[in-house]
């Protein structure tokens, strides 16, 4: 059975970062996409960033360019997503989830989801 777990959420000032973690068990994930995704109070959930495991790309919805990185540890079966120059339309729960094959953005298309990280961003 998959288990994500996230951690690292929080309360910050905009400008600020914070890095969300998400430790995955319960399968050999080599074959897996992740993905990082969010959901603000009365908004649909949306994709934030996804990384292959396998061979490590990445992809990015356009409002986190450049200020947002997804990143994985292997050895570790971790996840990470590095957040910088928060704003206040950041603040969401943030989930990680993960699917079988490639990375695609549709959150429906991802089989396994996180219990969620509230981050918070102050103006």
């Known amino acids: 059975q998959v288990q994500l777990v996230e951690s690292g959420g929080g309360l910050v000032q905009a400008g600020g970062s914070l890095r969300l973690s998400c430790a995955a068990s319960?399968?050999?994930?080599?074959?897996?996409?992740m993905g990082w995704f969010r959901q603000a109070p009365g908004k649909e959930r949306e994709f934030v960033a996804l990384i292959s495991w396998s061979n490590g790309n990445t992809y990015y919805r356009d409002s986190v360019k450049g200020r947002f990185t997804i990143s994985r540890d292997n050895a570790k079966n971790l996840v990470y997503l590095q957040m910088n120059s928060l704003k206040p339309e950041d603040t969401a729960v943030y989930y990680c989830?993960?699917?079988?094959?490639?990375?695609?953005?549709?959150?429906?298309?991802?089989?396994?989801w996180g219990q969620g990280t509230q981050v918070t961003v102050s103006s």
């Open positions: 319960g399968r050999t994930f080599s074959s897996y996409a």
């Open positions: 989830a993960a699917r079988t094959g490639s990375m695609v953005t549709p959150s429906r298309a991802y089989d396994y």
